[in-house]
């Protein structure tokens, strides 16, 4: 999480490091994460003011998952109300990794039936070596030329960013709405299935969730992303990514100066590494000091507003920001 400036810098670091490293496992793309804050490598990075690291339970984002030896309630950061808290007992604005705890994973399907039926009623509205900054990804004389298929970026707005393929609706309805009950009214950003494979009722729900420039409230800008993904052989085209395991590469994704699609330049990878570079093509929609959330859609919900308050930069023309980040343990 960070400001656009911030978070663009970050995001060419992760594509970087696929790069340098050609890590197509499973996982590679956490790890890029923790390289890229251990080694040092942001420390220098242009475009990032600063870093800061909130340890689990004491910022913007509790990441559960570390917790999962034993309930929530029995830690303490579980209250009778069901609201997830951090350890000074302050509710967290984003619970992520919610289903690893039995009896918060059970209250949120039930909260989750309810926000369903309320949509099938059709009731819902509409380092040291100095300065330093990574390459930009792509090739040389390329640039992403990949487009919403349907929603319009908000320059002017907060963004979040979420990967949110294959999911029935209830899995967005929870998402969304959590989101938008905190009072949020923001750039949502999400890559969804194709058409042909979006699940029944999710694009009508999506696109009920349309604003433009100028216009006040939550808005969803959606992709759908064509993959071709691979068996292990690296030969065979698989039917899917296969939950993540299979090694993809991202099509329309860049062009030429003419607008002409070009090759994936990459190497098939898993679906969750090639999203930093979705996720940096998305940044460049928005304006140097706004703020982008980067997160999980499946496992995430939130309690109150994540960008509610934030250090907000007064001066526009500075070329750096805050990057912020969350540890899971």
Partial sequence: MGEQVSIEGYLRGAVAQFDKTKCKLKG??????????????????????????????????????????????????????????????????????????????????????????????????????????????????????????????????????????????????????????????????LSVSAHDKLKKGVEEYLRSYHKLEGEDGINIVAYTVEWTCYEADGVTVAKGAGEGIKKCKLNGMYGDENGHPVEDPYLPRPVATARYELYWAWSLHYETHNWIMLIDSRDAYFQSNPFANLDRESDISKSDGLLYLFEVR
Avoid at 51 to 71: H, S
Avoid at 106 to 122: A, N, V
């Fill in 28 to 189: 590679c793309d956490q790890g890029f994460h923790n390289y890229l804050y251990y080694s040092g490598d942001l420390d220098n990075v242009q475009g990032i003011r600063d870093i800061i690291v909130f340890p689990q339970g004491k910022g913007i984002i509790n990441n559960l998952g570390v917790l999962r030896t034993k309930p929530l309630k029995d830690w303490g950061v579980l209250d009778d109300n069901m609201n997830v808290l951090n350890w000074d007992k302050s509710i967290s604005p984003v619970a992520h990794q919610f289903d690893r705890d039995n009896d918060l994973n059970t209250h949120l399907k039930e909260i989750r039936k309810g926000m369903e039926s309320i949509f099938k009623d059709g009731t819902l509205k509409k380092s040291t070596y100095g300065p330093m900054s990574y390459p930009t990804p792509g090739v040389e004389g390329a640039h992403p030329i990949i487009k919403p298929t349907f929603g319009e970026h908000r320059s002017h707005t907060d963004a979040v960013f979420a990967m949110a393929e294959g999911y029935d609706l209830k899995i967005y309805v929870l998402f969304v709405e959590s989101l938008k009950e905190t009072g949020y009214t923001g750039d949502l950003v």
